[in-house]
């Protein structure tokens, strides 16, 4: 069964929302950065994946709180749940071509 148009837009919605967090080691949201691997919905119910670009990140449970917070701050979600994985590993391949100008690693 493929995705309803509204389940769709709520992706977008969370994905644009997620742009207000920022990874303050770098200063970049973490969409651009290609921190976040996905957003599942159920309903009113949005489940978002996300990394760090290393386990050893000091400020990873800060970026998830973030996240949790300006996704609660959504008026019509319901249950936000924001799972930290290490799997598959973060690379630099991930980031938006506006985050890896903005570092300076664009050819």
Known sequence: ?????SDE?????????????I??????NIVDLGLVYGVDVAGDDVKVTMTM?????????QIVR???A????????????????????????RMSPEAKEALGWSP
């Open 53 to 61: 670009t290393t386990a050893a990140c000091p400020l990873g449970e």
């Open 9 to 21: 837009l709520m992706k977008r919605g969370v994905l644009e929302a997620l742009r207000d967090v």
């Open 70 to 93: 300006r996704l609660g701050a959504i008026d019509g979600l319901g249950t936000v749940a924001v799972e930290l994985v290490w799997e598959p590993a973060w690379t630099p391949e």
């Open 1 to 5: 069964m493929s995705p309803s148009f």
């Open 66 to 68: 973030d996240a949790e």
């Open 23 to 28: 990874d303050p080691e770098v200063g970049l």
